[in-house]
């Protein structure tokens, strides 16, 4: 699976932003999705994540009640919606897919390039 995160940009405090991740190769429906961040110094860190189908979805209590991750396989697509950001949400933001949906960066084989989000204060 080659995955390709974009929507990356600069925001201020409050905004919001829509990433996405298209992926291309072998069947994205079969796999479970995720989207992680690493700011500068810091671990990368679990974000959210999508199962095969849709139907379940996780979030890291840091974002929860603000973003949304979402799919359309017809489109062979995950979003991630991001409201009501914050200056902590800056980082590198990746996509990741995976045959198990869960929240531990290194159980995912495929990962796209990641995509900057900056927000200002």
């Known amino acids: 699976v080659q995955l390709q995160a974009s929507g990356g940009g600069l925001v201020q405090a409050g905004g919001s932003l829509r990433l996405s991740c298209a992926a291309s190769?072998?069947?994205?429906?079969?796999?479970?999705m995720g989207w992680f961040r690493q700011a500068p110094g810091k671990e990368r860190e679990f974000v959210a994540a999508?199962?095969?189908?849709?139907?379940?979805?996780y979030y890291a209590d840091s974002v929860k009640g603000r973003f949304t991750i979402s799919r359309d396989n017809a489109k062979n697509t995950v979003y991630l919606q991001m409201n009501s950001l914050k200056p902590e949400d800056t980082a590198v933001y990746y996509c990741a897919a995976d045959p198990r949906l869960g929240p531990n960066f290194w159980e995912y084989d495929y990962w796209g390039q990641g995509t900057l989000v900056t927000v200002s204060s």
């Open positions: 999508i199962s095969w189908s849709g139907g379940s979805t």
């Open positions: 190769g072998r069947t994205f429906s079969s796999y479970a």
